[in-house]
């Protein structure tokens, strides 16, 4: 299957600041070509895109999908662990079908945003695993690990991640979940699990003040000194948050290759804190983009995650430079993808590179005029401007309309899932 | 004319947070009964709205309608000085016809995103005044003075406001720009001109760190101080950003009932800061919500605005419910109606009162479950999400169109004068 998009204006995201006319060749999965001019009589389908801007698709480098059935679920809590502390009681309740249609409701909304991947830490993860299969998405799926090491081995014997994830457009990870929650048994376990499976490894890292006191007052060390010792970093990692990492954390992080996930919607919205973003960037770390889940949110959309992302390290650095619109668009692809170490694939638009691709239509008010192509990304598009989203060289969005979910009966199954689940309580 | 509006979830945003199913009866400008099972054999049109939530139209309280000529450009400058000195080459050059494309323009992004009113400050007010009436939006324009008492007058005398602001739907206020950009006798003459007229007037202030130290030091007084011997805020009067506001200013602004406008996309864009919104409301400020410019922002979605709001007043106090997401929608509504003045007429849906009404639909992946139906329309809702909108009783957005815009012409029209523009310079 080939197709030729024509006469693009094309944000490739491969080095600074860019972008150009030209028209890409899609062969399978791949770009097969990238330039202006392309010609190929053999093409499938050929789209004449004039007027409409490529960039590589969204990589939301954190989050937990199937949480979307509890978007907008008592999110009156004063803070995080108030909030958990409504939360789980929850999710030991939740069964396979609810994190199935959980992620399907997730999955609808991130590929209409523009997202073409994610990295997902949650449980029940085979069940996210065989809904994005059955949708196309492609995944980054941790098998998430929680609590002490019998509860580690436990949930090892019993995932049944292997069986579902056998596609290549998904990747089994390790995640455990954070240090208040697990045991350094979990951490020690968990990396030599994954370095004998040559797997990537990730972990909630700092997020709030408490975890990073408490680690402290029981420790010793702060979190990123204490998981270093746990031999986790020493397995390709990468973090979620890192809202309170120090200055020796960021170095640790920065020997160990250990990128950072950026989530600034969570962050702010449960009074975490503002990761000092350009500081690791300056400190030499790779920031990712991601949403966290949508229930501390409370949604999906990488584009609202970018503009807050922009808003904040404004203000918070009283530095409108601190990172510029471009910065912000290269964190919410490219170093995103860098961060999961899935560069090699994903994260720009290059020959040889998987074709996941989202395209804008900026013909519309709130993106006229747009003078800066960077700036009106960040800053003015929204959801309505996605015009289409290819993953793996195959269009999951296209007029307005998503191709392999029925976004009509995924509501109704959510709704109904959600229903029982929260009367059960 | 009378319109029914059948089975809605309506937040009437008229006492402590509030939603209910209910229907709504537009008999001409205004909402004629608001209540379950209403019932009109007269009615020209009934609409079941099952499924469909309504809310006040939001109040845009402080913009700069058409500096959407300006979205995203020259948006790298490093603070708000700096960017104003490029953009009043360009303010300078504009014509009638600029500012009523670009008015036309910012009409179809505000309107499209749920918007029924704005309070407006800029130049060549007559034609943003003409643009409005032509479209059937709400809204209160100001007068817009800048400079010395020598421009001051030299404005007024060649002012075409008053003939083109002759329409139940549009007010005619008084703006002095800034205390960094006017003399004291330009706020003092205003102020006079505006009590004579019985008129509202309007200020941007204490917006930067910059504009309250050049102000203590030129006057030896705290911008709010200075302004209040002047009598400006003797006259009914809002104020625009506050960011820099000392306990003492809050103070004379509440003695004085001055509302602040909150412009969070603007202060954290442009590193201005964050205004301390619920320190504010501590103090017994009435704070209402604005865009300011898309030039600043860059849109003009309210919807945008309320997010940011609640996220960066959560993360700036470190606690979650600093303001409720209630509180948000009531800031970009009723509030804001008070601030402006406004609220006998609109900010509300209640007997009696304007039907200037946003119609939600939330049967979309990003709004589902909604769980908390305040939460779901501040963290999940987007544009899309705007099903329609009645200004004044009359529906200008329908079934994804504008019924009186024609968008693509204005897009086309306002690019056009914007190239000009840009290439005279």
Not at 136 to 152: C, K, P, V, W, Y
Request: proline share 3%; with cysteine.
């Amino acid at each position: 299957m080939k197709t030729l998009l024509k006469n693009l204006t094309v944000i490739p995201v491969t080095r600074d600041s860019l972008s150009f006319n030209a028209d890409i060749l899609i062969s399978g999965s791949v770009i097969e070509e990238i330039g202006p001019g392309l010609v190929c009589p053999e093409a499938d389908v050929v789209r004449d895109c004039t007027g409409l801007i490529a960039l590589p698709g969204f990589v939301n480098a954190h989050t937990h999908l199937s949480m979307t059935l509890m978007r907008n679920y008592k999110d009156t809590c004063s803070n995080l662990q108030d909030w958990l502390g409504e939360i789980f009681p929850i999710e030991d309740r939740m069964t396979d079908e609810d994190i199935y249609y959980g992620s399907l409701l997730g999955l609808a909304e991130l590929i209409k945003s523009g997202t073409t991947s994610f990295a997902d830490m949650y449980f029940h993860q085979w069940m996210t695993a065989r809904a994005c299969r059955e949708t196309g998405m492609r995944a980054f799926i941790s098998q998430t690990l929680f609590g002490d090491l019998e509860e580690t081995k436990k949930r090892l014997s019993e995932t049944r991640l292997d069986r579902e994830i056998d596609n290549e457009l998904l990747r089994k990870d390790y995640a455990v979940h954070a240090v208040y929650t697990c045991t350094k048994e979990t951490y020690e376990y968990t990396a030599a699990a994954a370095r004998e499976r040559k797997a990537v490894v990730n972990t909630h890292l700092s997020e709030t003040k408490k975890e990073m006191d408490d680690c402290l007052r029981q420790t010793g060390m702060l979190p990123a000194v204490y998981l270093e010792k746990t031999g986790f970093f020493d397995v390709p990692c990468y973090a979620a948050h890192g809202v309170w990492l120090q200055e020796e954390e960021t170095e640790i992080l920065r020997c160990h290759d250990v990128g950072i996930v950026h989530n600034p919607s969570s962050n702010c919205k449960l009074a975490s804190g503002i990761a000092p973003v350009s500081r690791f960037k300056s400190a030499g770390l790779t920031v990712g983009l991601g949403t966290d889940g949508a229930s501390s949110n409370n949604n999906l959309s990488m584009l609202k995650e970018m503009r807050l992302a922009a808003m904040i390290s404004a203000v918070s650095t009283m530095n409108v430079g601190a990172l510029r619109p471009y910065d912000i668009i290269r964190m919410a692809t490219l170093d995103s993808a860098k961060v999961l170490k899935a560069d090699h694939l994903i994260g720009s638009l290059e020959k040889g590179k998987k074709a996941d691709i989202a395209i804008i239509n900026p013909d519309s008010a709130n993106m006229t005029p747009m003078n800066d192509i960077f700036s009106a990304i960040v800053f003015s598009a929204d959801e309505r401007n996605i015009d289409s989203v290819y993953v793996n060289g195959k269009c999951l969005f296209c007029e307005g309309k998503l191709t392999t979910i029925d976004e009509d009966a995924v509501i109704h199954e959510a709704l109904k899932r959600w229903d029982i689940l929260r009367k059960e309580g």
